[in-house]
């Protein structure tokens, strides 16, 4: 790399507000390839198809950015409303959906339904409130955007979701392809093993 540090292997090392800014002070152009990368990864896993801005990245990663901010110094998040009326953590939670693998974004609205359905029964007489600090008009509508999310999944071909192991396999042979890390003769010999994995699994 020309005695430079990758950004994959820099980014390891910057916090989440780095980052951001990092995104901020690229041009126009690098950052109008960076969202079309983001519209097509999107695009390849939900039938509904999404148009991703770099203005849309912009705005989403600050919300991110700022209620991060406000959880590592311990601030009320549920009521949180940084910057706008609009930012809020329901909003969040949306958010997410631009930037999650399906997967993990599937099992992060289990848990916040469990947190929500915990609310309810343990104190019912404070969970009208908070829900509707949190952005929401009734626990209704995170059900419905539960559910408009599980359908707009799309898995490639109808083939089952790829298990853990598998994953890894393929997040290693990618790697390799891109050139970030060696066949180590382990997993696969050489990039061409590891480019005829990937198509075997496309």
Known sequence: HDGQVP????????????????????????????????????????????DITSIKIDSTYRRI????????????????????????VFQLI???????????????LEKIEKLLSALCVEVPSCSKNVIECIGMSSINEFYDWKNKIKENITLNSNLPVPNEPTL?????????IDG???????VFSNANEAKAFLDNMS
């Open 180 to 186: 970030k890390i060696a066949e180590d003769g382990i």
């Open 7 to 50: 950004l994959w292997v820099l980014s390891n090392d910057l916090t989440f507000g780095q980052i951001f800014w990092f995104y901020k002070v690229q041009t126009r152009c690098m950052r109008g390839l960076v969202a079309r990368e983001y519209t097509e990864l999107y695009n390849s896993s939900h039938c509904s198809q999404k």
């Open 65 to 88: 950015k700022e209620f991060r901010n406000i959880c590592a110094h311990d601030e009320r998040l549920y009521c949180a409303r940084p910057h706008s009326f609009n930012a809020t």
């Open 94 to 108: 949306k958010d997410f959906d631009l930037f999650l693998d399906t997967n993990y974004y599937l099992e992060f």
């Open 168 to 176: 890894k396999a393929m997040n290693h042979a990618n790697q390799i």
